[in-house]
């Protein structure tokens, strides 16, 4: 849904921060965003210093000229609370704001995402700003959706944060034999008489090294914690804005794969989701891919606002590559294939000064409108207008994939078997391989129907949460096609381990393993499936069936010949476990043949390199060609379409040439 | 001497947590045990807690009923005090019980070696509750031991450490002017006026980077004193077992080489020695045989207990191998070869929740016996009831090689001349050389009788302490063989430079070493010994002989031709000096050349892979045969023996087949 | 001028803390310095807590006693004031003296750099003890130089250096509305209304990873704040000194490049400038030369001290190499060639203990005067009375290279576009091409005068202060040649970006760059510059000419064939732009096309790897030939000469070997 509400073109923008330039530029700003097509603008992201000097007093006065400005100018705009960073003053006033990290020390002022939760000056001033906000801006019917804060996240250890947790640990367990039976405190005599024994689970208490916990119970408990405590942050500035305007539309920026926050229970309490979308010059054009289905995922499968990218280069990663000719395009159009309905920069105008000085802008230091990246997001405005059409377009997909905030936290949580299991590699490994087929994938999550699916994937599937089990009981037994790996099963969503692995999962996979091995870096196994040699790494469990059939073995070690992948048929469907980590060319073939088994069809067969994305809607079928390659591609049209782009008819059999990093969009 | 008393079989089994547990699951333990010829539970280790509710209650009611169960199922017990983690409520209401890092960060409740071993709470409850149990179940003739909290470790640098630090130090130099002069801090004008100016070393005053110590002095005798610290904390509960239970048999369980606490003077307060035995895959199998001995030399050479080590797999290392069928045995009668008289297991039931849940256990989740662990745990325990009468036998050594805690800080302490220089792989070098030749070692203190032996090895000794020249001054004269190495003699036990290198040893050695070059990692000199070429690295000393003869020298630099290795005759003995770090091949062939020169000779020669080992009583003579390597070995019997696991008898040249990972037991 | 005043030898010597010994070795140091030619002492450098043992409280006796000595023994003597680390009583009676470190955390009292520069408890003591050594030993004519505290240096965060900042930013831009704008606060919403909102940038504040920062300008502030801090420390001493001895001459040692003090600014309070060389052995011969050339630039490039080196070796570096036969005596002559007056070791009697005991010393642990290091230091002592000829005299260079602490703060500050940014690296390019050739170069500041030279290079310049973009036009324009390369002239010294790049250099550079690409490890473009190929990386600047002729075009990716080399005739001069950094090669054939174009001469030309250097005065021209090579070197002498060393006439065209290590001095 996006921006949704009366939104009827693909909004193209992105954050405009003129309060850090005298007026004279704005009137220069006007001009450039309308020569380059840009119609929307996000205002007032860090404002709140400026906005209010002291506790009772606020200051307006240049975000109403602001408003003036972009509204005369025919500008929509999504507007920020800017409660992402607290004013310095409230922080010498108020030290309760300030953080206290993982080591037990308390912060000064600074930085960004740097305000406790459980802040009472926090709690208090963030609603009322955006309260304020809303009143004061409710009228401008220019306004599309309302920007909560900015890139919620991080974590604190404060004393208000620790009776926040004994608070919120009392009413999820109501008493605390339930907390020391849950933690399994009998382990190492951590048993509590009393909720006020409980401590943070940090540095100073459970931790140690890398994230590594003593008692994953309570880490996992704070995680849940944490991610809570900054979602009450948000409802509280949600409803302090649609007390004043009930028909808001409310969005906090997401960040890519965000391990803080259970993004999937944040969505159910926004409007819409948007994103901010900075991959890394080593990340996989499906790892992108897949980041846009996550956040397509989290509300539903609706459509979604494309936040902030950078126009040309970041500045904040070790080596900031800028975007050559044609990528910035090219993501553009992967984030509109996979679902965004609105694509915005961050930034529209350049910083002079601090940290961010060198992250790419619209417009840069120079102010010039012949540079490189001006023209290129010109040229997008200008296809863009032809595509209002897609707007709220779906995506039709028969394949799901799990993804699951709890599994991610408590696979890399355990104390072994290994530190090479990784939650995001497992589900990279089986996304990739169905993206690369053109086969159109849905995230869900473990709560998610499954029932509209042929093939549900749940890589790493370690915890079982509330009926899970039995949800895919009834998801197999009916029909479904369901696939696991190793590390599946174990345990329930306190983390603790539910019997003979995997566990609940046993009589839908028809196995019982009894071990796990490990293996060292880069020491294999192998084993072959349909006559193909395969290697098996990091872990090989050691299995037997108990109805299911083992479609290959290891071939060596003392664990040579018994099962690694197994198939069960399981009243009307069937379940896959696969007992250890293969290669990319596995993945590929495996899922190659479930597919076929089971009647799950590409969008179309392109050649390598060549992506092919469906949206529908009652306007009809929208079909993206993105050429990843760097080489020029073929595609023969498989019917009558029509190039919205190009505005020409293509025929049936006809070949399309799409040069490198070149996309089509047609409608069929 | 193990548990000692009137232990008359080898005991085998492990740590058992049946609080962690409902009651009904206790009988199908006591089946599982007793099938597997289990007949030892370590009990109470982590009980803390849930004996003691508050200050003045004890609730003893559950142990009471495992005590019962356990006593009725023929089980010996070891019975732990539980000391090894405090309950969570004693660290809320008395937090002095809390630990201060080195970074001066007070710990919040949580994790285990958690206690500061000066804490005043600490102190008092620790032993009261020691008292306790001993007063309720001294009546119980089936506890063979007792085990002390668990595993003392860590260290703490709180504000009552400071004070007892200060005490420590006043009795120890009596006035201000010799800590002055001990500690030399008249360089950087570190002189102190007062004990109350001494503050802790850590990273708030004289340490920096990786344990690097700016004043060597204080740094070791924090060392020294907070090893004293908790050895204290030992005594207390010690006595206070002792106070209700005079004869009963007391111990803690060490760690592999655990360089914060001086385990040497520490058994001098234990009635006998256990230890946790948990190699990394990366450990050569001469490293663990090199620490059974240093276990077995601890207290004198006497037997000992290995009181944990994993049935099939750790979770606590980075990448959890299982052990593979036959390993687990293996292992255990490599104790058992070295010294060990009873073999147990962390864990006998796997817990469900928490940091260890993924660590192996004699009984699984899946809690079958039909496993392969279980089996192979069996089956060994069906062995172990044929070699009772090896109990409490010796090894005859010749050759002993010095450890020395002092040593171990002071040179690692150094700064300069290489930070390559590393005191556990100096042992290593001529430990696993020996070793690979059958050649029996006692690992021994610098206060251990010399004379007992026709060769002794003291790889870096840097510091000399005590009379130990003098010692080693009569001893070589004496007819003894003597050998030490590079950075040895340098300084006196205030880490005091004591003159021209090697100070205290010149004499003995007969040499002046003028400088200390450092070589680069992989830069390397060489030098040629009876007519092979070496290479030399680390260290190259560059000395004059001044009665010693070269035996070597270095091929190149501009000390070419100086010597590398030199003999001196000393008195009727001889003293060799290494000046460099060699290679594997060196240190094998110099000890070949050093043993045939003095007589010192193998149990018996066998083929590589197959170590011989030997224990001697009065029962007889044992010769444990293990095949370390991954092949099929032969061993010609060189006497008529009874092979005790067969219970068959083997004459003299008859051919022993071993194969992989066998091992075989005779008397002879 | 080194020491200056009437000193009119050599002086060689160095560190001597007699203190740490009983007096009967005194005597014997004496004859030792005597025999080695040694003719001054470092004294006194860590005594503060054996001089002062309470507030009000002096002891001087020993020191007398020394002074007494060492005046009997016709020794100079340089006179440090002790006060570079405080007494333990001190730190224990005024914990303000302790300094806080970056994360919060108050240090306790340990090692030196050890007293916060803003102690009211430091700056009162400190210059009182200075006062009181100038008024005893102020009759003492054999003093020649006084020394300030010990290697100024680190930093510090508590809250007396808060109180101190927020002044020193108040002094500086005297309302908070220019701070606001300075560090561009509107960004992420920092604006300040008040100076005591702003807290020190540090680990709890804007500082993360490894001293990267969210707000440039106040980190900058804050390390010119820092530097201005202890400065103030050094001239409360200085004037403490001044007040008994008006023409006593002043110094303190420098270390190396040290980041953390604009040594720039320090020297110009200094009367001489005095330093530490300890290369590592990784450094090049080429960064040691730069080092001394930075020294005497600091101070107009006027002579100064080798305050210390080690004879040996040192202890402190991972791995402590030695200096081999020879090496001593070239460094020692590298510093005098590079402008050193005088040669000082630390130390003159190695310590018995501490963390400095295996430093390398004139005298070692054994106490002998038959070392080869103690041969060597004597033979160098007696080739030194030769060159007294020498004292004073300077460089001729006609090539500068701008050196500047603002820079390399704030390039190594900036986020983005790279980390492999690296001033020193940069430098050293330029400074390396040029030194290999034998053009002497004058290391300068950017507010020293220009017009001194043919050639001036800029690498790296960042940020153009105060006029130097109009000191740069008036320099290029009147004839000067300048060379500056990528990431230069982009901010003002708020570090706020001036417009389009390179800032206020475009129009001398006659360029504009429009976006800076950022390659990987090992990713490379490559240019042809006069017909050879080089390689570009790190940073690829893609630029338009406005004037300049491109010299050299990249060769691939989307911008190739644009310029990466460009020449800008301006006036009578011309200005060459490096839009990437290139290998060795390239800087030295380009230089090599630079200097010949312009005239810049080599010293003389010689053989690969013999440094010929000059220094010249109203004696003579003096030419050092260094033969930094592995082997033997001829050189063609092209002018009649006197061999100092020697004392040998050599004729014009006579062929003068070098064996390796060698170093010849002339007179001609």
């Known amino acids: ?387 209002s059409d897609i707007l709220d377009a779906t995506t039709p997909s028969e394949a799901a994939i799990v993804f699951d905030w709890d599994n991610w936290w408590s696979v890399e949580y355990s104390s072994g078997p290994s530190i090479y299991l990784k939650y995001l590699d497992s589900v990279k490994d089986y996304y990739s391989a169905l993206y690369k087929k053109n086969i159109p994938i849905d995230i869900i999550g473990v709560n998610d129907d499954l029932s509209r699916y042929k093939l549900v994937i749940a890589p790493l599937l370690y915890m079982i949460k509330d009926d899970l089990d039995e949800r895919l009981r009834r998801y197999v037994s009916g029909g479904g096609t369901f696939i696991t790996t190793y590390f599946s099963g174990l345990v329930n969503d306190c983390d603790l381990v539910t019997g003979a692995y995997p566990g609940k999962l046993k009589d839908i996979l028809g196995i019982w393993v009894e071990e796990q091995d490990a293996l060292v870096e880069n020491e294999k196994n192998s084993f072959i499936f349909n006559g193909k040699r395969y290697p098996a790494g990091i872990i090989c469990d050691i299995m037997h069936t108990e109805g299911a059939k083992a479609l290959s073995c290891y071939e060596s070690d003392f664990y040579k010949d018994t099962p690694v992948i197994t198939e069960n048929i399981f009243g009307r469907g069937r379940a896959y476990y696969v007992g250890s980590r293969s290669d990319e060319e596995f993945y590929s073939d495996f899922l190659s043949y479930v597919c076929s088994e089971i009647g799950v069809e590409p969008v179309i067969h392109t050649q390598n390199g060549v992506e092919a994305t469906l949206r529908v809607n009652d306007k009809g079928k929208f079909l993206f060609l993105i050429n990843h390659s760097s080489e020029n591609r073929d595609v023969v049209m498989p019917f009558d379409a029509f190039d919205l782009l190009n505005e020409v008819d293509v025929k049936e059999g006809a070949t399309v040439l799409l040069v490198d990093k070149d996309v089509k969009v047609y409608r069929f």
Not at 3 to 31: A, C, F, K, S
Not at 252 to 273: E, H, I, P, Q, S
Not at 353 to 360: D, I, L, N, P, V
């Open 1 to 387: 849904m996006g921006y949704g509400g009366d939104v009827t073109e693909v909004l193209y923008g992105g954050d405009y921060n003129p309060e850090q330039w005298p007026e004279h530029i704005w009137e220069e700003d006007m001009r450039l965003f309308k020569n380059a097509n840009i119609n929307i603008v996000t205002l007032n992201v860090f404002s709140w210093a400026s906005l209010q000097p002291s506790e009772n007093e606020y200051d307006f006065s240049k975000l109403d000229r602001i408003m003036q400005l972009v509204k005369e100018n025919g500008l929509k705009v999504c507007m920020a609370t800017s409660t992402g960073a607290h004013p310095a003053w409230m922080a010498k006033r108020h030290p309760d704001i300030l953080r206290t990290d993982a080591y037990g020390i308390k912060r000064k002022f600074g930085g960004r995402h740097n305000s406790c939760p459980n802040s009472p000056t926090y709690r208090k001033y963030a609603p009322m700003l955006a309260r304020e906000l809303s009143k004061r801006y409710k009228n401008y019917d220019n306004i599309v959706g309302w920007h909560i804060s900015n890139e919620f996240g991080g974590e604190c250890y404060c004393e208000n944060c620790e009776r926040a947790f004994r608070k919120w640990l009392k009413e999820k367990y109501k008493n605390i034999e339930t907390v020391n039976k849950c933690y399994n405190t009998a382990f190492w005599g951590h048993t509590f008489y009393d909720f006020d024994e409980i401590v943070l689970p940090n540095y100073l208490s459970e931790h140690f090294g890398n994230e590594q916990t003593m008692f994953q119970g309570i880490s996992l408990d704070y995680r849940r914690f944490m991610s809570d405590s900054m979602l009450e942050c948000f409802k509280l500035e949600y409803d302090s804005i649609k007390m004043e305007i009930p028909d808001a539309r409310i969005t906090t920026n997401f960040m890519w794969f965000y391990k803080g926050l259970d993004y999937k229970k944040w969505a159910k309490d926004m409007d819409f989701v948007s994103w901010d979308c900075y991959p890394f010059p080593e990340d996989k054009i499906s790892t992108v891919a897949l980041c846009h289905d996550l956040m397509r995922g989290l509300k539903n499968q609706n459509s979604f606002v494309l936040m902030e990218q950078t126009p040309s280069v970041t500045n904040w990663q070790p080596v900031n590559k800028i975007k050559k000719p044609g990528e910035m395009r090219l993501l553009s159009y992967l984030a509109m294939a996979h679902g965004a309905d609105a694509i915005q920069f961050f930034q529209l105008r350049r910083s002079i000064g601090a940290c961010e000085k060198f992250h790419g802008a619209v417009i840069d230091h120079a102010g010039r409108d012949d540079t490189r990246v001006y023209r290129e997001v010109k040229s997008l405005g200008n296809e863009l207008t032809k595509l």
